[in-house]
Every structure is written in structure tokens, then in C-alpha cells.
DNA sequence: CATGAATGAGAATTCATTCAT
DNA sequence: CATGAATGAATTCTCATTCAT
């Protein structure tokens, strides 16, 4: 129950996050998670009220590891097209280089249980910025004026998808298909106009 | 172990989907499906040799049964790009009407160990007509060349989270929100030039 | 869940009895009563839907057994006061041939959950014949005009723990032991005129 | 492990008897009873020896508390009889002003293993008063002539049962059911003739 | 074919108690 | 003294699968 004191805290949700990754939901047991981090199964519940507890903070560590990793590379002086097209890059890295965390927001995203009682805390520094960054663009008319969330599916959930695809062979590895794949996210939140612009 | 005689395969697949829509992979079992079903759990290993079986079934018959509602309502003779947006419409219209069948598709494709062994049969008519338009497409400089498997997740998962959003209320039910949805899609798998000329 | 086929069923009753008379609740547990009676735990629920369920069995079936055992020696012909007198006798001896048994409902008469979703079922036929004889004594005037439930109290607690304590060797096993008994309760629960008379 | 401090002790205690009044001993823990006082798990240790420790003085306090109530009201220089009918009815207030207390007691005196390890300690005062009053009442031939134990038991648990029935909604909560109460125990516990005096 | 029963493995939790600080 | 952390045992219950009938 208590946070307090160590690393076993950050070992339990690593354990998760990698088994979360490999197994999937169906296979995520407090069991399995305690033997990962080398910690007696019962520990567990020093640290996290219970299983759900630990999915819900795996989930909100996930989600937000990645909103840093995306806002670090912000260049808030940019164009906002820039900074879009930037962002998809950066979410592209960073899913390359943590596959283990999007792959367990994938699944986590996809957990219908977990939608029902949770609610991302969409307090944090980061995310503000993301969400400062959308309404700007959809004030300014370079983004369509339709639903932010909607958008920001747009943004990232291909992006996984494609470095998920790119890791398990499914799409080559190849420079032109990130380019690809930039442009085609591009094409599908911009407004037209913009985009034409934003092409050339 | 052979699908011979009756309904009560056809109830276990049922049960299954209602079961994986409504409490995802992780609370799935053959004992609440031959529940659900209403046969003894025993007899669900008469239809299916284990538990995997099971779900592989059910995702070829969830993925089929959206095929075939995509590619009957499709006009062979039509300009692609109206096959295109109308394919999307088509889908939207079955994610409204079979919620379940499209919470279960997500689902399962979320499920890593799924992905492992299971390759979609690739070769049923209906998934041959999809792939042929989209060939179609891409040869006729009407689509972005690029990985087909990247532009039939556009054509896709964007549709199936849109319908799922609507359906919790993340996103309004408005006709509007549908245009946008197939204006950002288009956007993303159409070549810029052709998209710009089908806006008009 | 059945209950069906075999004398499984009754070993776990006659296992739960014998730990609930020498260990109390505190000390009742599932593997406990499974192991008792040479079963899997697990089988357990083949048989009981739950631990409570098996529970509210063991209270439903301690006190038939009792029951029973008081109505088969109930001399219907005989005097009111009489077949109460007897009644106190038969239930004596049942006590001290059933140890375990009075032992099983002393300690679940005693529990809190238990009561709250518990209640007798009152529809067999002795205990209808029980409260008959009860009604006729208090329309004859023979009985205390009071509540029923309390007469019961007093023609049976006392007798239990007077049995318990002999066992104990908290009282001693002397026939007087058991006349001052009868007459405690006669006292207890007669019109006063009636006892008197009932005496000589 | 001693009492010495503070009032931390009682806080146990009192939260001890809450929670064995609402869930028996069965959902009794040291968890649970630290978490009711506001005091760290680990701490109980510090107050009492262990888990049974803790139970052998609740199970003191409360009979004590009990047996102090009764002796307060006590009138040494009236009637026997007149005492014990008083006794009773101060009894029944004090289960009416305190049930937690009385249902507690009811609880761990069904306690199997308490009873083994656990002799009342018969040196308290109060205690003495009491069995004072009842060998008196047995040498002036006011008591029947039978085992103390079994008049104490007359004198006190139809008390704590018809007070627990009367919160419980068993009993009618009506002056008369108290008077029925005190003379079906006055009728058990007095010899006949004095029973018969007494009424009058 | 159909089915109730069986079963060992695991699941999530809770617990009593100890110990180092 | 006080306390958070630790831990192994135990508890209730579910599961996937097999088997005898």
C-alpha cells in the first residue's frame, strides 16, 4: 500500500510492463509479475492495493513515459506543422525504442474493463502541452475542426501500429516508409489546403 | 472435434463474442462461454479442440462476417474512390449495428498471442475482392504506394475506434463527425493529388 | 453445483460437521473440510456452489437431524407437558449421542453473517410438528403466553450447553443432573399453575 | 508487550469488540482490528502477545464490564429474590445500552478453542459478589439446589439472547416481553414454592 | 455424441508474525 | 517504543482439460 521507500516499486511495474508486452492481458498475473521481479508474490500488495492497482498505474506510468518522450523533442517555436510532423517522429523513435511500452498500451488500450474505471489523468504537464499544441493548431485552421480526441488517434495509434508492424516483419524497415506514414497522418488531420502547402 | 452437426457451435461463437466484447481476453473462459451458450461445458471441447480453437474461430468469423458486410455492399463499377468511401461508410454503418462483433475484432487483435500463430487466412473471396480493389488503386496512382497492410489499417481502425467512441459518447453522433471521419481517412490513403480532386 | 450422484456430498458434510465442532468457525476452512474428507479441494465446488454455501447446508441439515430426532420419539397421544418433558429428554440424549452435531449448531447459531442471509427453512414437516405441539400448548393454556421463539430458546439452548458441559465436565453426569434440568425449563417455560401442577 | 502507556491499548480492545460484534470470530483479524484503532499492524504486537492474546482480553473485559454493571446495581440488603429479578433486568438493560458487548460475549463463548486454553478468571470482585449471592440464595433453599454453573447460565444468556432478538426485530421490544422474560428465568432458577411466593 | 465428475494448477488476496531501523 | 516492510503459509475460488459412462 505504501509507495514510499524503493526500487521494488519501479521493478514490479517493469515486471508488468514486460509481461504485459509478451503475454497480454490474458496472461498478466500477480504471480507471474512478482517471480519477474524476483519479489514473494504477496509483496506485491505492499506496493499496489491490488492487481487493478498495478494495471491502473502501469497504464498511467506508460501513457506518460511517452507523452515525455514526445514533448521533450517540442520545439515550441516551430510551425505547428513542424511540430506535428515532428512529434510523429519522435512517437516513431520512441516506439522503436521502447516496444515494450507500446506494445502494453496497445494492450491496455484495447482492455475493455480497464475503460470502464479509468480515466487518464490528463493533469499532467505534458499531456497539457500536447492538448495546448491540437487547440492551437485547430484555432489557427491548420487542423481539422473536428473532435481532438479523434485527432490524437490519428496521431499516435498508427504510429504504433506501424513500428508494432515494422518489428514483427510486417512492414519493411525502411526510411521511405516512415516518410509514408508521416504523410499519410498528415493528410488525415490537416486541412486540406494546409496540407497541399505543407507537401511542397 | 468436428464442427458437423449443429447450432450449438454457431451458439459457442456467439457466447464467445458477447463474452470478449463486453469482459475482454482476460476474463474469457470456456466455462462462462458453455455457460453463456447454455451447454455443458464439457461438450465445448465436441466443437473445439481447445480453448484456442475457440477464439481462433471467432476472430476468422468476426473478421469474415465484417468482410462480407463490406464487400456486398460494394459497386464493382464505381469509380474507386467512391468504392473507397463508400467501404467506409459501409463499415461504419455494420460497427453500429454489430458493436460486439467489432469489440471483439479489436480485442483479439490486441492479443499478442493471437498474433503469434494466427495468420488470417488470406484467402476467402471476399477478403480477395478488398485486396483486388485496393491493388486496383494503388496500380491506377489512385492510392499512396505504400504497404497495403498500412492502408487497410487506415481504411479500418480508425472506422472501428470512431464507432466504439460514438458508442460510449467519447465522440458525438453526428453526420458531420462521419464526413470528417472519411475526409481525414481518404486523407491519409489517397495520393494528395487525387485526394484534392475527389474533395471537389 | 450438483448434488447429484454420490456420498461425496455427505462426506463433506459429515467433514465440515466434525471441524466446525472440535475448531469452531474461526477455524472452518475449505481445505480443511476437503482434506477431512479425503477429496480434492477443488471438488469441493462441485458440490457446493461456495464455502457459504456449504455452510448454510450444515446448518440446515444439523438442525433436521435434531429435529428429527425429537419428533420420532414425540408421543402425539400423550399430555402436552408430558411430550415436553420428553422432548427435553430426547433432545438430552441426542446431545449426548450427537456431540458434534449440537456442537456444529451452537457454534453456527452463534454466528453474525450466518444470521443475516440465513433462515431456516421452517416448511419441513417436524419442525411443523414442533411448532404444532408449541401453539396447542400455549392455546391450552399451558405455556407461557409469550413468544414462541422464545419458549423454543429455553426448550433448547439450555439443553445443548447442559450437554456440552457434562461433556466438558463442567457439570456432572448424574441422572439428577438431568431432572433439575427438565425441571429448570419446565419452570421456565409452564404457567405457573400448570407447573404445579405438573410437579406432583 | 506491556500495558503500560496508553490508551492505544483500549483503542484495541474497543475496536476488537466492534468487529467481532459485526463479523464474528471468523472475520476477525489483527489487520482488521489495528486498521479500526487507527494504529499501524505491527504495533498490536506491542500491546499483546499475539492474536489470541488479544481475544483472551476482550473476552475478560467484556465479561468483566458485564459482570461490574450488574454488581453496581446490585441492593446487598434487599431480598434475594428481589436481587436476582433486579439483576436481571439490569442485564437486559446493559445488553440494550450495549450490544456490541453482549454480542461479542455471545461470540467467543461459542468459541471452541477459547474455551479450551480459557478459565475465566473467578477472582475479580464482581464476580465473587455474584457467586455470593447465588450460594446464599442456594443455602436459604431460595435457589433450586443444582449446579451454579447452570443457574448462572439461566440468569444470563435468555438475557443476552432476548435483548439480541429484540434489536434484531425477533422479539417485540415491549415492557411485557421483559416481564415474560424475568419470570420464565425466575421460574427456572427459584425452587418451586419460593417461585410461587415470589409471584405474589 | 453427450455429459457430469474429476482434478491439479494457478489465480487473487489476506494473515499472523517478525525484524530492522 | 514505534513502524514500515517483509514473508511464507493459507484461503477461496476458477480454469482448462480429460475421462468414464
Known amino acids: 500500500m505504501k509507495i514510499k521507500d524503493d526500487q ?20 498478466f498475473s500477480t504471480t507471474k509479475v512478482a517471480k519477474q521481479a524476483g519479489i514473494p508474490q504477496s509483496n506485491l500488495y505492499i506496493y499496489f492495493k491490488n492487481k487493478q492497482a498495478l494495471l491502473d498505474t502501469v497504464f498511467q506510468t506508460t501513457i506518460h513515459t511517452q507523452s515525455v518522450a514526445v514533448v521533450a ?16 517522429k519522435t512517437l516513431y523513435r520512441f516506439s522503436q525504442e521502447h516496444p515494450q511500452i507500446v506494445a502494453t498500451i496497445q ?14 489523468k490528463q ?20 487542423l ?9 488517434y490519428f496521431l499516435t495509434r498508427p ?22 506514414l508521416i504523410q499519410m497522418i498528415m493528410g488525415a488531420i490537416l486541412q486540406p489546403d494546409v496540407y497541399q502547402e505543407w507537401l511542397s
Request: proline share 2%; charged share 15%.
Open 144 to 152: 481539422r475542426s473536428t473532435d481532438l480526441n479523434l485527432i490524437r
Open 8 to 27: 521494488k516499486y519501479d521493478r514490479l511495474i517493469q515486471a508488468a510492463i514486460a509481461l504485459l508486452a509478451t503475454g497480454g492481458l490474458a496472461n
Open 107 to 120: 494492450v491496455l488500450m484495447a482492455d475493455v474493463q480497464l475503460k470502464k474505471h479509468l480515466h487518464l
Open 73 to 88: 523533442e517540442l520545439d515550441t517555436a516551430a510551425p505547428i506543422t513542424i511540430q506535428l510532423a515532428n512529434s510523429i
Open 123 to 142: 493533469d499532467d504537464h505534458e499531456n497539457q502541452q500536447i492538448q495546448t499544441l491540437l487547440t492551437d493548431g485547430l484555432q489557427a485552421g491548420i
Open 159 to 180: 504510429v504504433f501500429n506501424y513500428a508494432a508492424g515494422v518489428q514483427s516483419g510486417l512492414y519493411p524497415d525502411t526510411a521511405q516508409g516512415l516518410t509514408d
